[in-house]
């Protein structure tokens, strides 16, 4: 079975500090990935996706970045972190290949990044 | 633009009544659509799916409708028991892209025993 994991679980860093979170995917090939944050009672925003080793696709224009160094990893970056930067950010992943637009996303348990 | 967005915020039933979560969708492209459950702390949690070319899709205890002519779908939980205690979300799909998920706000669903 496949299964999808983030890590670390909570971080908080401080304003203009740099950040790295990670995500991996095992028990499938070639999957779509995707990064997505969430406010605080609210619903779910797409960052950035990626159907291949290093194929970025950015939904929304920030100071976050995305990277896929490899087929099941999924690394979301940011250079200098900004207060608006708080949140929930969530992986998932979904079938790839040729047809692998229109399935179902599978979410991993999520980073809880504060900013201070 | 697009949206989807829920009619109530908040849902509280009794254990055993069954639940109904509404949401309404603008994008009339939109083709395939998601429940999900989402726990205090927790990724989302796949509950069903529906294409648009069903109108009512069931699962263990969940069905989902799906009325396209008002742009409206529903989930109905049967004999709601407190570890459906979450927020649900529907997400919608298509319109020109086969990867964007385009969430509601979700329904806190509060489940007292």
């Known amino acids: 079975s496949q299964t999808i994991h983030q890590w670390p679980a909570t971080l908080v860093q401080p304003v203009g500090s740099p950040l790295s979170l990670e995500c991996t995917v095992e028990g499938t090939s070639n999957p779509n990935l995707y990064w997505y944050r969430q406010a605080a009672g609210r619903g779910l925003q797409l960052l950035f996706y990626?159907?291949?080793?290093?194929?970025i696709s950015s939904e929304v224009p920030q100071n976050l970045s995305a990277s896929r160094p490899q087929d099941r990893q999924f690394i979301l970056s940011s250079k200098k972190l900004l207060l608006s930067d708080s949140g929930f950010y969530l992986c998932?992943?979904?079938?790839?290949?040729?047809?692998?637009?229109?399935?179902?996303?599978?979410f991993g348990p999520g980073t809880r990044l504060l900013v201070l | 633009g697009e949206s989807v967005g829920l009619h109530l915020p908040t849902l509280s039933v009794q254990e055993g009544d069954n639940s109904i979560i509404n949401c309404a969708y603008s994008n009339s492209a939109s083709d395939y659509f998601i429940w999900y459950k989402q726990e205090s702390g927790k990724g989302p949690q796949f509950i069903i799916d529906?294409?648009?070319?069903?109108d009512k899709r069931q699962g263990q205890r969940v069905t989902v409708l799906l009325n396209k002519t008002v742009k409206h779908l529903s989930l109905q939980i049967a004999a709601t028991q407190p570890g459906d205690s979450a927020v649900y979300f529907c997400?919608?799909?298509?319109?020109?892209?086969?990867?964007?998920?385009?969430f509601g706000k979700g329904t806190l669903l509060t489940v007292n025993p």
């Open positions: 997400a919608e799909m298509g319109g020109g892209s086969n990867y964007k998920l385009t």
């Open positions: 998932a992943w979904s079938v790839g290949g040729p047809r692998g637009g229109g399935k179902t996303q599978y």
């Open positions: 529906i294409r648009s070319n069903m």
């Open positions: 990626s159907v291949g080793i290093g194929q």
